[in-house]
């Protein structure tokens, strides 16, 4: 016995203290009224995801209540609430009262803050707080679940998390909303806001002061017009709901096992991020505005924005710009008007596709039509109806949208664009669309091409003012585009002289060669190592326009990315220079028996995490929204870090022709890379670069190429090959036999199934690299990959003898172009 009660008290004594430490500190999720929480004391969510308590942001004596993540060592504040009015020292407490207020007390029990009580709710006797599990600060009577007296839900500060509501209570007149704090030590209202703002339609905008800064666009079933379409991330929902009394938006991951926000920053920057345990920080995958084609009203009154084009602004089809002389000076404010007045009784209207809807504060809509015929028949009769659209697109698409006055900040869509039907002059060229009589969506892939553009003399137009403006510059030689007036400072690109190439390069000596078209390293004088790229000699533009094109795809700075150092223009030689990459191009380490041994599984993994955020930028980070078009392994750079540099990104920009249209007469492309929309078709998207990604990230964990794959006991290619190990639940052996350590198979599985979710054949399927970024960083559930396009060899080769078009290909790994004749 004596033995027993040695060991045994110390042991109760400890089973003690962790009982008292359970019952009276971190592990309470609720405050009553007899309990005050004090400075130094939390409160945490029952899930253990939040924490509520008290914190300084700077070194300053100020001291704010709020709500963090509990167990991640980067300091991330979802909610504050008292960020007006701070404690100035440690002696503040958070009490909840009858009839149930809560309310940050100071040292003299004075109120600094208290959350609002509306008369109209029913009154607690007995209240208690409590954190809960979504990070919700409420106020309820303790007998009571199922009515709050008050959420923080209903005071957002810059935090929207899974659950709250932003928009309007018709009834009460309030609004919830999102704003900035006023910087990073400050939490107190910034300049910025995010609003649903129900003017017209309900349309999600972001305001600096009272001003649009920017707008999202209006509702449109699935989610604002102008956002990136959601609907093949599995977990992420948006949605939004509309009554007589309240119109209420709402966005999130479903599911927590993942920790995800979108903030409002200080700088007005919209953020959305998710966290990532492995690399423990927050991973950006979209950040709005993302371009200049996102400042509101950028191209004024009909104008259209197109971050492919520069300059950016042009006027939609059929308009002209209201004053071509402020125009010249890339002022677009004074925007565009028809060629010909309307008439009302006899006016048609015409489609334009592939847009953000403009401005919705000026609309009127009708939820009951069914078809964009009777639409057309409303709006046709109501002389102040300028245009209409398809209300919800969701589903076979019902209601009308009607706008009214100037229509205010279109932009082009890379995808998930939406149709426009504008009031014409009968006497204006072009057929009544065939999509106004039916209400159906015959010819689709056609009227992209016409409607994505905008006119072919207002790009006429622009090339001649382009060439007016330079020719007038030249003489001191500084290069001011027109791509926006507030980038004119940024710096210029140095141009390098051809003998300097050719010294550097030693006459472009074999020695050092670098595969297709680059040379290097090459030496310039003040030591630093370079390597050259020579273009085809195929580019009709000018050295200017070159100049132009390039300095603007130098501007794009990403980890990722290769660096444009300057560029070359002399005769017919077209050269970029880029910085050198000591360790070449991934295919030249990927499928060498030797070398692929360096990369083990990890660097790998990262090579495939770089490449995919390198592309997120080019898609919808950079301001230019590149397609890049040619993603292969021998455009991937590896650095003395192996880090993975995307280059030859602004190639296609500067070469394959007119990016305004997503359908292209020239392919620019390589086999084995290429999605099927894309070779067959010519139609191009992000969603052919997630395609050639997906085979890329397929050839890094396999160490194959795709091309030329063969296994004696099918006829399948590498994806082909992928694909059906997946179906038979045997993904592992997919993996590279020369990688023999012990590796994490998760991620290994993951990234496969990513690459296959890449590829599937229909580009609607294949995920938006935002979303690939999120599944390679965070262990969600993944959908069911569906069948690659181009599984099979034998595939390709029936495609390009069934279509009309005439494939020049020279070597297996070389870009091909052709022309389609369409
Ligand atoms: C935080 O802790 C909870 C409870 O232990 C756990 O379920 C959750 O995964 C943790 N989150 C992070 C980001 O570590
Ligand atoms: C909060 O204040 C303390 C003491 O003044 C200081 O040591 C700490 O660094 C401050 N926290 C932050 C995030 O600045
Ligand atoms: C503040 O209120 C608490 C609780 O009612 C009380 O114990 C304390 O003495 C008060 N402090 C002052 C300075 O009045
Ligand atoms: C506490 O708050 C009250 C009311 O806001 C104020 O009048 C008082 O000066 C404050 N006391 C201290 C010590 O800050
Ligand atoms: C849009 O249409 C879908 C399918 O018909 C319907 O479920 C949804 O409620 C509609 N949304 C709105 C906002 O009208
Ligand atoms: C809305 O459009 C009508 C019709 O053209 C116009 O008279 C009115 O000024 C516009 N209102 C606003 C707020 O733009």
New binding site residues.
Partial sequence: MDEFHKHSSPFLLVVYLLLIRSLFSTATDTITTSARIRDGETLVSSNGVFELGFFNLTNSPNRYVGIWYSNITVPTYVWVANRESPLTDRNGALTVTAPGVLAILNRTNGTVWSSAFTEATTQSPNPIARLLDSGNLIVKDAGDDDNFLWQSFDYPCDTLLAGIRLGWNYVTGVETYISSWKSDGDPSKGEYSSHVDPTGYPQMVLKKGSAFQYRIGPWNGLRWSGAPDTSNDPTYSVSLQMTRDEVRYTEGRVGDSVLSISRLNPNGEGVRSTWNDRTNSWTTYTNVPADNCDSYGLCGPHGSCNAGTSPSCGCLDRFVARDPESWGRADWSDGCVRRIALSCGTDKFLKYSAIKLPDA??TTYNVERRSLAECQLDCARDC?C?AYAQLNISGAGSGCLFY???LIDIRVMASAGQDLYIRMAAAEPGDVSSTNRNGGNRGRKRTIVIASATSVAVMVFMCLLFVYVYGRRRKNDTIVGLFSATHVKEAELPFFSLPTILKATDNFSNKNKLGEGGFGPGLLEDGQEIAVKRLSKTSRQGVNELRNEVMLIAKLQHRNLVRTLGFCAQGEEHMLIYEYMPNHSLDLMLFDQEKSRLLDWQKRFDIINGIAKGLLYLHQDSRLRIIHRDLKASNILLDADMIPKISDFGLARSFGGNQTEAQTRRVVGTYGYMSPEYAIDGLFSVKSDVFSFGVLVLEIVSGNRNRGFLLKDHNLNLLGHAWRLYMEDSSRKLLDPCLDEAFNWGQVERAIHVGLLCVQNSPDDRPSMSSVVFMLGNEVALPQAKQPGFFTERDISIDHSSSSSNPTVTHNEITITWTQGR
Avoid: A
Wanted: net charge neutral; no cysteine.
């Fill in positions: 504060r000026n102040s300028v009214h006055g100037d």
